[in-house]
């Protein structure tokens, strides 16, 4: 199941790289992303950016490295040992 998982998540991250200006078109502009991103072009990196954090994120937590990340990461704020 998680590897199904996976695969929709990168397919739609897939989908936010590949058809960027499809999905900008129906969205509108960002307001934060246009301010911190750049002018005119802000909103469109901002889905690009998000596309690729979703493989990222996929590829990472069917391979089981996501949740050693990020409990290395929140492991000594929490103080509890690493696992």
């Known amino acids: 199941m998680t590897w199904l998982i996976g695969l929709l998540v990168v397919g739609l991250g897939m989908l936010l ?6 999905i900008y078109d129906f969205t509108g502009p960002i307001d934060f992303a246009e301010r911190f991103l750049g002018t005119e072009g802000g909103t469109r990196m901002f889905i690009k950016i ?3 954090l979703m ?7 069917v391979t089981g490295l996501l949740g050693k990340i990020v409990s290395g990461i929140f492991a000594p704020l929490l103080g509890k040992a690493n696992i």
Request: proline share 0%; hydrophobic share 60%.
């Open 50 to 52: 998000l596309g690729v």
């Open 17 to 22: 790289v590949i058809k960027t200006q499809w």
């Open 55 to 61: 493989i990222l994120g996929a590829f990472l937590g």
